[in-house]
């Protein structure tokens, strides 16, 4: 099977890109990250990819620049990477339509939620002020509606009643690390797909939640 070319999107730690990093180092994904992008210079994903062996390019935004002139320079990057699959991972940019519908059905990203629950941001704090009794974190595709793409996978953690922000997070944070390589590396094997604003399976929708919703 050949391995499929994934680039990394990234605005600050990298954890997740760490782990997809790993999956592919082990095999785990039958795939390479060929280079990982920032949009902002000093943060340590960029470090996570230098000593992984992979490129790293900083795409920061001029001041005053239109959204849809930064997408472009960004779209010109990936254009010289011949990118099968582009991964957002913790990258703080809203994409304009137009970028994200050259990508379609070849972007993933992953949310700190059990979406469609808690689009955009502080969504940990919304989880614990609202009594939820479980949190947890989505990976979908990305279609120009924020958080609004099609699920392929969550994952669920349970909510204590004397956590705060911080702890929950973290809870999350363990499962974002297992499910997103899970994702890639069904995508790298040719299983997953989107069509008609549905995530496919093996050629069948998923429903709402995404695979094995109700594990």
């Known amino acids: 099977m050949n391995k499929i070319r994934i680039a990394v999107l990234i605005s600050g730690n990298g954890s997740n890109l760490q782990a997809i990093l790993d999956a592919c180092q082990s095999d785990e994904i039958q795939g390479d990250v060929v280079a990982v992008i920032s949009n902002k210079a000093d943060v340590y994903g960029l470090t996570r990819a230098s000593e992984a062996g992979v490129p790293g390019l900083v795409v920061a935004a001029e001041k005053g620049e239109a959204r849809e002139a930064y997408d472009a320079r960004l779209e010109a990057e990936l254009a010289k990477l011949d990118a099968d699959l582009v991964v957002l991972a913790g990258f703080m940019r809203i994409l304009s339509e137009g970028f994200v519908n050259r990508y379609a059905g070849k972007m993933f990203n992953i949310h700190p939620s059990l979406l469609p629950k808690y689009t955009g941001l502080n969504t940990h704090q919304r989880a614990l002020d609202a009594g939820d009794e479980e949190h947890g974190c989505?990976?979908?595709?990305?279609?120009?509606?924020?958080?609004?793409?099609?699920?392929?996978?969550?994952?669920?953690?349970?909510?204590?009643?004397?956590?705060?922000?911080?702890?929950?997070?973290?809870?999350?944070?363990?499962?974002?690390?297992?499910?997103?390589?899970?994702?890639?590396?069904?995508?790298?094997?040719?299983?997953?797909?989107?069509?008609?604003?549905?995530?496919?399976?093996?050629?069948?929708?998923?429903?709402?939640?995404?695979?094995?919703?109700?594990?």
């Open 138 to 215: 989505s990976v979908h595709f990305v279609t120009p509606e924020l958080d609004g793409g099609p699920v392929v996978l969550q994952a669920k953690v349970p909510v204590f009643e004397d956590d705060d922000a911080e702890e929950l997070a973290e809870r999350v944070h363990t499962q974002e690390h297992r499910i997103y390589p899970l994702v890639v590396k069904w995508f790298a094997q040719g299983r997953l797909a989107m069509a008609d604003g549905k995530a496919l399976m093996d050629g069948e929708p998923l429903p709402l939640a995404g695979y094995a919703s109700d594990d």
